[in-house]
């Protein structure tokens, strides 16, 4: 059975920082693009930031030089460290894991409440 657990969301003052975790289990880990996706009320979800299992990454241009996305293949966690976080950063965040050899193959987490009041 796969499962992306994520956790270490909370509320959190303008300018502070949070970092969330996203345990896998089930999958080769090493097989799949890990990313953290978020999605504020009435909006749609939106990308946060991707992982390569090479360790390639890419960000949304309202994270770039605040977040950082990095992963232990190890421990099958992938990790998003949130600085100088801002109200618009409030959303339920997720994990989500997209197999690189198979197409479609895609797995989500539950999300996390971050929360950032203006």
């Known amino acids: 059975q796969v499962q992306l657990v994520e956790s270490g969301g909370g509320l959190v003052q303008p300018g502070g920082s949070l970092k969330l975790s996203c345990g896998a289990s089930g999958i080769m880990f090493n097989f799949y693009t890990m990313g953290w996706y978020r999605q504020a009320p009435g909006l749609q979800r939106e990308l946060v930031a991707t992982?390569?299992?090479?360790?390639?990454?890419k960000y949304a241009d309202s994270v770039n030089g605040r977040f950082t996305i990095f992963r232990d293949n190890a421990k099958n966690t992938v990790f998003l460290q949130m600085n100088n976080l801002r109200p618009e950063d409030t959303a339920v965040y997720y994990c989500k894991g997209e197999n690189i050899y198979v197409l479609g193959r895609e797995y989500w987490g539950q999300g996390t409440q971050v929360t950032v009041p203006s």
């Open positions: 992982i390569s299992r090479d360790g390639e990454k």
